[in-house]
C-alpha cells in the first residue's frame, strides 16, 4: 500500500478540515504545549484542536492524520493520507509530497479501567483517553505505519483510531510482540 506526506500551506488547513476526511465518531486528535497535554479524545470542536496555543497536534481519523509541529520559530502542517483518500483530495492539497510504503500494525496504549473510562496514571492526575471501556480489555491505537522507500528503517506513525481489545483476544496472532518490522 501507498500513503503520502503532504506539506501543507497554513492557508490550507482550513480546507483539509472541510473534506470528507474526518468522519464524526471516528475522528480524535490530541496534542501538546508547555503547560498542557491533551491526550487522545474524539474530536468534538476543530477550533480547539486547531488552537494556536499548542505547539504539536495530531487529528486523526480511518482515512488522514493532519499534523502541526513547531520546529524552531516555524510551524509545519502536513497531512497523511494512503491511497483512496489521496486520489480523492482536490487538486490543491495534493501539492508538495513524497510517497511511502504503508503497512498496517497496532499501539497497545498504557492505561487502566477508572470509572468506565481509560486513563494513565500521570503524576498529579489522570490523564483521560475518552475511551469508555473495562477492565476486561485494553486500548489499542491502529496505526499506519509509513516507511520510506530508500531507507525503510526511516518510518512515521500515522494514527487511525483508537479501539477496545477484549483481552481474550490478545492471544491472537495480530496482537503478539514483533520485532521491529517484523
Do not use: C
Amino acid at each position: 500500500m501507498k500513503g503520502w506526506l503532504l506539506q501543507l500551506r497554513k492557508e490550507l488547513v482550513s480546507r483539509v478540515a472541510e473534506t470528507d476526511l474526518w468522519p464524526a465518531g471516528e475522528t480524535w486528535w490530541f496534542g501538546w504545549n508547555e503547560g498542557e497535554v491533551r491526550l487522545p479524545t474524539l474530536l468534538k470542536d476543530w477550533r480547539e484542536a486547531l488552537a494556536e496555543k499548542w505547539e504539536v497536534f495530531r487529528i486523526f481519523s480511518p482515512r488522514a492524520e493532519l499534523r502541526r509541529e513547531r520546529r524552531g520559530k516555524q510551524v509545519v502542517f502536513s497531512l497523511l493520507v494512503e491511497e483512496e483518500a489521496y486520489s480523492a483530495l482536490p487538486p490543491e492539497l495534493k501539492g508538495k509530497g513524497d510517497w511511502f510504503l504503508v503497512e498496517e500494525g497496532y499501539h497497545l496504549l498504557a492505561g487502566e479501567p477508572r470509572g468506565g473510562r481509560w486513563v494513565k496514571t500521570q503524576y498529579p492526575r489522570y490523564l483521560d483517553y475518552g475511551v469508555a471501556g473495562d477492565g476486561d480489555a485494553y486500548v489499542v491505537a491502529r496505526v499506519y505505519k509509513y516507511r520510506d522507500r530508500g531507507n525503510p528503517s526511516f518510518s512515521l506513525v500515522r494514527y487511525a483510531g483508537l479501539v477496545l481489545v477484549p483481552k481474550k483476544e490478545r492471544s491472537q496472532e495480530k496482537w503478539q510482540l514483533k520485532p521491529y518490522g517484523g
